[in-house]
């Protein structure tokens, strides 16, 4: 019986450890998402110069 304890206490902190990793890595990757996106869209998008320009452009 002792044996069964310490194998399920021991694969509870395996299964602990595996999913405080995997926890980690996706907040990473979500916050490294969020800031691919953010500067793609800043740099991506088309620049107006002038309030004139903007105006003209939706106009055309």
Known sequence: MATAKQRAEAGAVA????ATQGAFYGALALILGALAGFLGGRFG??????????????RA
């Open 45 to 58: 998008a088309h620049k107006l110069h002038t309030l004139a320009d903007g105006y003209a452009a939706r």
């Open 15 to 18: 299964a602990k450890s595996a």
